[in-house]
């Protein structure tokens, strides 16, 4: 599954990638060569991204199932315990 953004995630992503190369590697790089280092990212490290986070999703719905029973679980048979509270003098 190929992983793609949006035209306008796309479009920050590459003036976030020249502000980095700018601001840490005392280079610009332009519009095109950005792009390609974003597609590079997108297709080698971006699955493993993605991988990890089906897994979270994954565990932390399990960890919500395995909880349903407490938080919708009613006691059964509770209509008489309401009448047999402890009477006085006997």
């Known amino acids: 599954m190929a992983i ?3 035209k306008e995630s796309r479009t920050t ?7 980095y190369f700018l601001e840490n590697m005392d280079e610009e790089i332009g519009n095109i ?3 390609g ?4 990212f997108l297709e080698e490290i971006g699955p493993a991204i993605y991988n990890k986070a089906v ?3 994954q565990d932390r719905l399990q960890a ?15 209509y008489w315990r309401k009448f047999d509270k402890p009477r006085k003098g006997r």
Not at 13 to 19: D, K
Not at 64 to 78: A, G, P, R, Y
């Open 64 to 78: 919500k199932v395995l909880e349903i029973d407490i938080e919708v679980h009613e006691d059964e048979f509770q």
């Open 37 to 40: 280092l974003l597609c590079f």
């Open 13 to 19: 992503a590459i003036a976030s990638l020249q502000r």
């Open 4 to 6: 793609e953004l949006s």
């Open 55 to 57: 897994t979270d999703v």
């Open 33 to 35: 060569a950005a792009g």
